[in-house]
């Protein structure tokens, strides 16, 4: 490993890497780390490198084991300018996440974990998830062969339950509160010596960096000016903001796009503290969405995420059911298939074009985080339609 530390994203303490450390010892906030100064892309042959190898030097693995690789990464950038005509905006991107091993952005923060945990010997991992970052741990784990918790909330459905369990890792349904269950999942692993890979633990911010470096070299270091993150634990976000900085901080790009917090107004834990001006996320009562993968009342990286769109100039907006649903189905018919939740980036520029927030002439990217085949259930939600005959009638009724 290379001599870099972690520090607090609150007080600056400092904690070494050759270690396990998730949250701070003082404040309880999440730890990332420090930020690189100093760095290139490898522009070797794409199709035999890693992510990880592609960006070697913004991670801090001296040698790189690429046998923990599914092929993650390097997803397509897609314009769509049919969508940028309708919602009245010059130029709208979406960086298709749907494309990974697992179908999720879930995969890039997975590979730069389980790097981490197995240089440093663990021989068991785990998450505590209710869907998307479940299956890639317990793909991942699977390829690895190492040992795989992973513990999920009692009342999960099995359209949701089944995809993890193919990949037979120890999956443990839990009775009990889904924030409480962060925090346990890591003193059972500091007991038992299994390595955690949740939503917002420091290597798996570092893998979503990867993100942000693929979108500069797919838009020739050209800088939109927004890019819109559909917004839960607070990780995702962070690690795309971050990548940012360092291509700014290593000279690759002159400026930072603004950052953009999405997400459903059913829970909007950060949203709402934003709004308020408050510096501290606090509990979202009686959460209601559709866009499940973005439903975490107790977001864990929440006042880092205020702290981020307060320097970054960013902001937080939240959009209702009915605007998701309608944003999943305009995304569909320019051929990007994607959940809810990952249609919520869509939902979110609609309405601050409509605001005037967002300007005619600007551009933005939204992440679309995963494929809509995780969650069928949402079929219902659409006027999907389709026609029927007897083989001999079918070229008359095509005429
Ligand atoms: C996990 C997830 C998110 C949110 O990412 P966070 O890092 O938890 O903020 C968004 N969309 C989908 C589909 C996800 O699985
Ligand atoms: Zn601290």
Redesign the pocket.
Known sequence: MKEVNLICTKCNKKFPIDKVHFRCDICNEPLELEEIKEGRIRKDNVFNQTIIERYADFFPFLDIDKDLSLGEGFTGLVESNKIAREIGIENLYFKN?TQNPTW???DR?TIAGIQHAVKLGYKTIGTVST???ASSVAAYGAKANLKTYIFVYKDIADEKLNPIAIYNPRLIKVDGDYGKLYLESFKIGEENNIYFIN??VPF?IEG?KTIAFEICEQLDFDIPDYIV???????????IEKGFREFKNCGLIDKTPKIICAQASGCSPIYTAYKEKSDTVIKYENPSTI?H??G?PT?P?GNQVLRMINWNRGTCVAVSDEEIIEAQGMLARTGIF??P??A?PLAAVKKLREEDYIKKEERAVC?V??TGL?YTAAFKKHNLRFEECNIKDLSKIVK
């Not at 993150?229 to 690690?239: E, F, K, L, N």
């Open positions: 996440e999720s952005f879930k923060g869907g998307n970052m939503s917002d798996r979503y993150v559909p917004t839960s634990a607070g990780g995702d976000i962070r690690g866009a993968a973005i975490n977001p990286s994607g959940q939740a990952s919520v992440i985080t995963s995780k």
